[in-house]
């Protein structure tokens, strides 16, 4: 599909980007050669720390529609640059208007959690399926409590009451997710643990999840909706609450099975992490460079939409969702139905 373009990542400090006619030219002082990326290919620039645009490229890709967004080492965001505002007004008025609307907003983010809880027990039946003894019980068990999760979504009567599900929930799913390592004592995995995360799969959820969220507000800018004005997460300033809404459904699938998946298949190592003072712990330049490798990878595996009846790369998903949520605000769609998988 012609939509289905290419994100350039850029990790190692030093290197400045520069337009080059139509292209980018990525240098760095300690590296030879001149590499030249055709703009026309490129659907957005994702800089860390350290990496350094000239005016002239950034101009360009205001211009193209093209945004770029910096990220720190751990994939925490930092900025992001657009041009100008697209799409139409009327959609983002009924964006407002159905985030003001009690009912509307109950049922979009119960949809939208639903299509999480769905999801996450999705991972563990499949992770059972390959295993046996002590982890495939424990595993059937906890695809069980997901199944009791979700059904508590059907009595919930506000917002509010949908966050509450939603943290048990992934209480309960991530309490499971030593039985999804092949060597947990390996990976000290127990739990969820953020800011700073204090283990390997901690570190590589959180980085993962920046990647998702750089993907997820790229789509909802691209359809025109506002990404800061969302139906589940509060709205405050210079927090994202769509975007994180709509992460919410692709976060099993698409960020934890690829990191499981790594850990069990060793695709990384213990020396790709670096733990720190303060215990937590952080790719190195070489474990990010792989992780990037791998998340570019999977972005091009083709999955089921049950909606759509065909299948769809895992970088269009969230532009698939993103305008099906604006056909719902529009009123094109009754209902806005999770993106999910059996």
């Known amino acids: 599909m012609t939509e289905l373009l290419n994100t350039l990542y850029v990790q190692t400090p030093g290197t400045s980007l520069h337009l080059d006619g139509d292209t980018v030219r990525v240098f760095h002082p300690d590296q030879t050669g001149r590499r030249l990326l055709p703009l026309v290919r490129l659907d957005h620039l994702v800089l860390f720390t350290g990496v350094t645009p000239t005016d002239d490229l950034l101009l360009r890709c205001a211009d ?37 609307a009690v009912d509307q907003r109950l049922q979009l983010a119960v949809s939208m959690i639903a299509g999480k809880i769905h999801n996450s027990r999705q991972v563990l039946l499949r992770a059972a399926r390959d295993t046996s003894g002590h982890r495939q019980t424990a595993l059937r068990a906890s695809a069980e409590l997901m199944a009791e999760r979700l059904a508590l979504l059907s009595n919930v009567a506000s917002a509010n009451e949908v966050l509450g599900v939603e943290g048990i929930a992934a209480r309960d799913y991530f309490a499971a ?20 995360p204090t283990d390997p799969l901690n570190c590589l959820l959180s980085f993962l999840y920046g990647m998702l969220r750089v993907s997820v507000q790229g789509a909802l800018e691209q359809v025109g909706l506002d990404p800061y004005i969302g139906f589940l997460h509060g709205v405050r ?3 994202p609450a769509l975007a994180l809404d709509l992460m919410e459904e692709f976060r099993p699938l698409l960020t934890d099975r690829l990191a499981i998946t790594m850990l069990n298949r060793r695709e990384v190592a213990r020396n790709d992490f670096e733990q720190l003072p303060n215990s937590g712990y952080r790719l190195t330049d070489l474990g990010r460079k792989t992780v990037l490798q791998a998340w570019q990878q999977s972005r091009q595996r083709n999955w089921r939409h049950a909606q759509l009846n065909r299948d769809v790369p895992a970088a269009l998903l969230p532009l698939v969702q993103a305008r099906l949520l604006a056909r719902h605000l529009r009123g094109d769609l009754d209902t806005y139905q999770p993106w999910t998988v059996n």
């Open 177 to 196: 997710m030593p039985y999804l390592l092949t060597n947990s004592s390996e990976w000290n995995a127990s739990g969820r643990t953020k800011r700073p």
């Open 237 to 239: 300033p210079g927090k």
């Open 64 to 100: 193209d529609g093209r945004s770029v967004s910096w990220l720190t080492g751990s994939g925490r965001f930092r900025a992001r640059i657009v041009g100008p505002i697209s799409g139409n007004p009327l959609l983002r008025q009924a964006q407002h208007r159905a985030a003001d």
